[in-house]
Nanobody, 118 residues
């Protein structure tokens, strides 16, 4: 079993920056990739960025060039550096851990609120 916990959300003005952290605990050797999703009110949850244990990254088009995902495998922690924040980035951000075994469910954190004011 894996538990994930996010931190680092808050309120920031447009153009500002925030860094989110996601720490996994438990059977962390079973994790293949970690990522961030977000969900704004009235909208579906969407993928923002992901990173594999080998460091391969993927980003949503809407955040490319502004957000950077990184991972410290020794600390079982993934980070999301968010620069150039826009009001449309306002959402609850969720950390996601994907297990190596495909028949196991993904693990989710409780979410952290990011609010960008104009």
């Amino acid at each position: 079993q894996v538990q994930v916990a996010e931190s680092g959300g808050g309120v920031v003005q447009a153009g500002g920056s925030l860094r989110l952290s996601c720490t996994a605990s438990g059977s962390t050797s079973s994790i293949k990739a970690m990522g961030w999703y977000r969900q704004a009110p009235g909208l579906q949850r969407e993928s923002v960025a992901s990173i594999t244990s080998g460091g391969t990254t993927k980003y949503a088009d809407s955040v490319k060039g502004r957000f950077t995902i990184s991972r410290d495998n020794a600390k079982n922690t993934a980070y999301l550096q968010m620069d150039g924040l826009r009001p449309e980035d306002t959402a609850v951000y969720y950390c996601n851990a994907v297990p190596h075994l495909p028949w196991l469910p993904n693990y989710w954190g409780q979410g952290t609120q990011v609010t960008v004011s104009s």
